[in-house]
């Protein structure tokens, strides 16, 4: 079992691996961390939108992540709808099957 702490550092290993930018990195927003049973889903921004708020650094595509307090699994939301649609779905597909 995880705790944030091991959380936030599986998924800001994950977004310097898998999200790399030129001259610049993705922060997580500790603002705007989601605790739920699962788990933990962290948003993330470029650090120098977070330091200009200036509209050419912002980015689209900054999925949300949820990392899974049982195993550490990280799993990319999506950006087509609200952040609570992508919650439910992986809420649902961690309830046993019968």
């Known amino acids: 079992m995880l705790d ?14 898998n999200r790399p930018i030129p001259d610049d990195r993705f922060v997580i927003r500790n603002e705007l961390t989601r605790e739920r049973p699962f788990g933990w889903v962290f948003c993330y921004h470029t650090e120098r939108w977070l330091e200009t708020r200036d509209p ?11 990392i899974d307090r049982a195993n550490g ?3 990319v939301t999506g950006t087509a709808h609200p952040l609570d649609h992508y919650i439910a779905e992986y809420e649902r597909s961690k309830k046993p099957k019968f």
Do not use: F, G, M
């Open 4 to 17: 944030l702490s091991q959380a936030k550092e599986i998924a800001q290993r994950w977004l310097e691996r």
């Open 56 to 66: 050419k650094y912002d980015t689209k595509d900054n999925a949300p992540l949820i």
């Open 73 to 75: 699994s990280v799993h």
